[in-house]
């Protein structure tokens, strides 16, 4: 009796981790939020109550931007050179891919802000640092 070996497609996305998009969307929301006013943390802060000014305190900290970046940019780091760990098969696909990534998404902003004096200027500095 002879049996047949079948070979399976293992798919890159099998090879992934579980998860990681779903922090970054997260880490992103975060962002998103540390830079809106929170109406309720005001009205808590101002509160005569103890127990609600200090609920309101904590709330107002909830959604620090800053601390979200960094660990956003850690976890960009680990995807980008993640599926290159056992070298880089070709630099000039990589460059490229990169470039055309990064720079198109910055060009059309760049051109959607001209009519409004470029205020993007102060949020794009993470596409440039890319």
């Not at 070996?5 to 922090?23: E, L, M, P």
């Not at 101002?46 to 620090?64: C, R």
């Not at 055309?100 to 200027?121: C, H, Q, S, T």
Request: glycine share 6%.
């Amino acid at each position: 009796m002879q049996f047949k070996t079948v070979a399976f497609a293992v798919s890159d996305r099998s090879k992934w981790f579980a998860g990681v998009n779903s922090i970054r969307f997260i880490l992103a929301l975060v962002v998103l939020l540390g830079h809106a006013d929170n109406p309720i943390a005001e009205n808590l802060r101002n509160s005569d109550f103890v127990l609600a000014k200090y609920f309101g305190l904590l709330l107002s900290v909830s959604f620090v931007g800053v601390v979200a970046v960094i660990a956003f940019f850690i976890i960009s780091g680990f995807v980008i050179h993640y599926p290159n760990k056992n070298g880089i098969l070709s630099l000039g696909s990589f460059f490229i891919s990169r470039y055309l990534r990064v720079l198109i998404p910055l060009i059309a902003l760049k051109i959607l802000g001209i009519p409004f004096d470029n205020p993007e200027n102060a949020v794009v500095w993470s596409l440039y640092c890319e």
